[in-house]
């Protein structure tokens, strides 16, 4: 398996192709950090793939691109000339000044390293690097020359350093307590700890917080016991305003304490966008991170005036494709794509919040959560309608998904999957109980062009095909153990689709109709995280990330790849086909560009 794999990621003159044909551009992007340059004039976020660089106000100044995943984990060099950031296990090192990388660690093709949980700058512009192994060492890199140095036989499970450089607040394996980063040595008491959200430095180095046990936040310095000081929020982000001033932030609730006594400066004031993080400048300037929102700037002394940055997007929720029109789904909210970002404008749902688009074959759906609760509503050009009616499940919806073909929207509880012809607007309904599953339950599920025969995958992982008018098992099989499906199609030749994953790698097995054992089994270095059909059947697409991120389409009656995209950024954000099988619409951007979704152009 091997050589099939190494040929998937580095194939041959292929004999289709795809190419872009239109890119659309959304803002609002998701930001994963944040950390000031030490002045205080500039501030490094990381929003998706890429580091924005903005000014206090928030306004962007320059964008650092390479990575094709999530950026976490940001340091900013004393003097201001570098950034580092970790991507899928890579250490990052830009150039502020143009944009360059100047540093990748591991180097490409270093198959040895552990990969990277943090980079963090030393005085010198040096950086602590930190290895995703217990038993790793702590190394100190230099960016300049990519050499490495042994600073410790054993790094800790993670540490942050000072504005300057010169301190770290180390956290290890129950322990936190502060170091000198020229020497790891350790300096004052250690705090001890069971569990660990957040940790925070303040900017001269002196005093540390963590917190992790509800309602509990600990003080340590390098000159007295570690002290605890209580909370009226759970497990908050914390971030020090100067090293007599912690601030807490947890659902948009921010509360100051005072490090000395721990009494509560003030009253506890809220910002409308339920940050749970705040990464603070020396002037109380704080952007909020929330993992319901984009990224925030607010006065810490006015958390009621935050305010969204809307960031370019790398990526979205979902896509849908109806008849030409392409539709995007960010936060819940649809958004009727147009040529430029200006000529884009909202999917009209009154308050009503988008959780999913389902698309395919040039028909799209989505489940809207009305205030009565969820309805589906049918894309008819640029606007929404009603849709068919939502099968009354007892249990919370598991499955909302169109056919390949476009002809049937497959929705189910786990207990009861309801298949629905969408041209009749005629429902048909199958228990997990009458298909004699005992106590197992639906998981994935496919249904065939003329709805007569089921293909699903049980959540104890069984893979049964199911006569749709009798509730027949046709066909039964048990996945391995150890394999986990994740991903299910079928197409109108009976050929199944399965995308799972196994021994931390990611598999696409193809079937013939009938057959319980795969005839192709396709390995990835790294993630499927979508694969459909085209309407005929004659072409598969995948969605992958890893060695190479981008669209793979390959023929399913051989496993041959045909075709694959320019790499494009980050990961999912949902993949369909138009009715032709000529273009595929995926929630992904071109990489290195401003961009959120991609029209490809297929040709066989």
Same mark, same amino acid.
């Given at each position: 398996m091997l050589a099939l794999s190494l040929a998937l990621a580095f194939p041959s003159a292929l004999a289709g192709s795809l190419t872009v044909t239109q890119s659309y551009a959304l803002n609002n992007g998701v930001a994963q950090d944040a950390a000031w340059f030490r002045d205080g004039k500039r501030v490094a976020i990381a929003v998706e793939n890429t580091v924005v660089i903005a000014d206090p106000a928030g306004k962007a100044l320059s964008t650092l691109r390479g990575p094709t995943e999530p950026v976490t984990r940001l340091s900013v060099s004393p003097d201001g000339t570098l950034v580092a950031g970790r991507s899928d296990g890579v250490l990052y090192v830009w150039r502020v000044a143009g944009g360059a990388i100047v540093r990748r660690w591991p180097p490409v093709g270093d198959t040895k390293s552990f990969p990277v $949980?943090?980079?963090?700058?030393?005085?010198?512009?040096s950086l602590l690097l930190l290895q995703d192994d217990q038993d790793a060492p702590l190394l100190v890199l230099n960016p300049a020359t990519g050499a490495t140095t042994q600073l410790a036989e054993y790094g800790p499970e993670d540490l942050i350093t000072s504005a300057d450089g010169k301190t770290a607040l180390v956290v290890d394996y129950g322990k936190a307590f502060i170091t000198d980063t020229a020497t790891f040595k350790k300096?004052?008491?250690?705090?001890?700890?069971?569990?660990?959200?957040n940790a925070a430095l303040s900017p001269d180095g002196t005093v540390g917080a963590i917190s992790g046990d509800s309602g509990k936040v600990q003080i340590l310095s390098a000159s007295a016991p570690a002290r605890t000081l209580t909370t009226s929020l759970k497990v908050p982000g914390i971030a020090?305003?100067?090293?007599?001033?912690?601030l807490l932030m947890e659902g948009g609730s921010?509360?100051?304490?005072?490090?000395?006594?721990?009494n509560k400066v003030g009253s506890v004031l809220k910002s409308p966008l339920e940050e749970d993080r705040l990464i603070v400048s020396a002037s109380g300037v704080a952007i909020g991170l929330s993992s319901n929102f984009p990224p925030s700037v607010l006065a810490v002394t006015q958390p009621a005036g935050s305010k969204i940055l809307g960031f370019p997007a790398s990526k979205v929720q979902s896509v849908g494709l109806t008849g030409t029109q392409p539709t995007a789904l960010q936060y819940n909210a649809g958004t009727v794509l147009g040529s430029a970002a200006a000529n884009n404008r909202p999917l009209e749902t009154g308050d009503a919040a988008v959780p999913i688009l389902a698309s395919a074959a040039g028909v799209t759906l989505a489940l809207i959560d009305a205030e009565d609760g969820y309805e589906v509503g049918l894309m008819q050009g640029s606007k929404l309608v009603s849709g068919p009616a939502l099968t009354d499940f007892e249990d919370d919806l598991q499955l909302f998904q169109i056919s390949s073909d476009g002809k049937f929207l497959l929705t189910h509880d786990g207990y009861t999957l309801a298949v629905t012809d969408l041209a009749r607007n005629t429902t048909s309904v199958h228990s997990a109980e009458d298909l004699d599953f005992g106590d197992d339950l639906f998981d994935l599920v496919a249904v065939s062009a003329d709805g007569k025969e089921i293909?699903?995958?049980?959540y104890d992982g069984y893979a049964l095909r199911v006569n749709a008018q009798t509730d027949e098992i046709t066909t039964e099989a048990q996945l391995p153990e150890g394999a986990e499906a994740n991903l299910l199609d079928l197409a109108p030749d009976g050929t199944i689709a399965l995308g799972l994953r196994r021994d931390d790698e990611a598999e696409v097995w193809l079937f013939k109709k009938n057959a319980t054992t795969p005839f192709k089994q396709l390995k990835f270095s790294g993630? $499927?995280?979508d694969l459909r059909f085209s309407p005929s059947g004659k072409e598969?697409?995948?969605n992958v990330s890893g060695a190479y991120s981008g669209i793979? $389409?390959?023929d399913p009656s051989s496993g041959t790849e045909l075709a694959r995209s320019v790499p494009l950024s980050l990961y999912d954000g949902g993949l369909t086909w138009n009715a032709g099988g000529t273009q595929l619409l995926v929630g992904r951007g071109v990489n290195g560009k401003v961009a959120s979704v991609t029209l490809l152009n297929f040709k066989r």
């Amino acid at each position: 398996m091997l050589a099939l794999s190494l040929a998937l990621a580095f194939p041959s003159a292929l004999a289709g192709s795809l190419t872009v044909t239109q890119s659309y551009a959304l803002n609002n992007g998701v930001a994963q950090d944040a950390a000031w340059f030490r002045d205080g004039k500039r501030v490094a976020i990381a929003v998706e793939n890429t580091v924005v660089i903005a000014d206090p106000a928030g306004k962007a100044l320059s964008t650092l691109r390479g990575p094709t995943e999530p950026v976490t984990r940001l340091s900013v060099s004393p003097d201001g000339t570098l950034v580092a950031g970790r991507s899928d296990g890579v250490l990052y090192v830009w150039r502020v000044a143009g944009g360059a990388i100047v540093r990748r660690w591991p180097p490409v093709g270093d198959t040895k390293s552990f990969p990277v $949980v943090r980079g963090a700058f030393r005085a010198d512009n040096s950086l602590l690097l930190l290895q995703d192994d217990q038993d790793a060492p702590l190394l100190v890199l230099n960016p300049a020359t990519g050499a490495t140095t042994q600073l410790a036989e054993y790094g800790p499970e993670d540490l942050i350093t000072s504005a300057d450089g010169k301190t770290a607040l180390v956290v290890d394996y129950g322990k936190a307590f502060i170091t000198d980063t020229a020497t790891f040595k350790k300096k004052g008491p250690s705090a001890t700890y069971t569990k660990i959200g957040n940790a925070a430095l303040s900017p001269d180095g002196t005093v540390g917080a963590i917190s992790g046990d509800s309602g509990k936040v600990q003080i340590l310095s390098a000159s007295a016991p570690a002290r605890t000081l209580t909370t009226s929020l759970k497990v908050p982000g914390i971030a020090f305003l100067n090293s007599a001033n912690l601030l807490l932030m947890e659902g948009g609730s921010l509360e100051q304490l005072a490090v000395a006594t721990g009494n509560k400066v003030g009253s506890v004031l809220k910002s409308p966008l339920e940050e749970d993080r705040l990464i603070v400048s020396a002037s109380g300037v704080a952007i909020g991170l929330s993992s319901n929102f984009p990224p925030s700037v607010l006065a810490v002394t006015q958390p009621a005036g935050s305010k969204i940055l809307g960031f370019p997007a790398s990526k979205v929720q979902s896509v849908g494709l109806t008849g030409t029109q392409p539709t995007a789904l960010q936060y819940n909210a649809g958004t009727v794509l147009g040529s430029a970002a200006a000529n884009n404008r909202p999917l009209e749902t009154g308050d009503a919040a988008v959780p999913i688009l389902a698309s395919a074959a040039g028909v799209t759906l989505a489940l809207i959560d009305a205030e009565d609760g969820y309805e589906v509503g049918l894309m008819q050009g640029s606007k929404l309608v009603s849709g068919p009616a939502l099968t009354d499940f007892e249990d919370d919806l598991q499955l909302f998904q169109i056919s390949s073909d476009g002809k049937f929207l497959l929705t189910h509880d786990g207990y009861t999957l309801a298949v629905t012809d969408l041209a009749r607007n005629t429902t048909s309904v199958h228990s997990a109980e009458d298909l004699d599953f005992g106590d197992d339950l639906f998981d994935l599920v496919a249904v065939s062009a003329d709805g007569k025969e089921i293909a699903l995958v049980t959540y104890d992982g069984y893979a049964l095909r199911v006569n749709a008018q009798t509730d027949e098992i046709t066909t039964e099989a048990q996945l391995p153990e150890g394999a986990e499906a994740n991903l299910l199609d079928l197409a109108p030749d009976g050929t199944i689709a399965l995308g799972l994953r196994r021994d931390d790698e990611a598999e696409v097995w193809l079937f013939k109709k009938n057959a319980t054992t795969p005839f192709k089994q396709l390995k990835f270095s790294g993630w $499927v995280d979508d694969l459909r059909f085209s309407p005929s059947g004659k072409e598969l697409a995948l969605n992958v990330s890893g060695a190479y991120s981008g669209i793979i $389409v390959l023929d399913p009656s051989s496993g041959t790849e045909l075709a694959r995209s320019v790499p494009l950024s980050l990961y999912d954000g949902g993949l369909t086909w138009n009715a032709g099988g000529t273009q595929l619409l995926v929630g992904r951007g071109v990489n290195g560009k401003v961009a959120s979704v991609t029209l490809l152009n297929f040709k066989r």
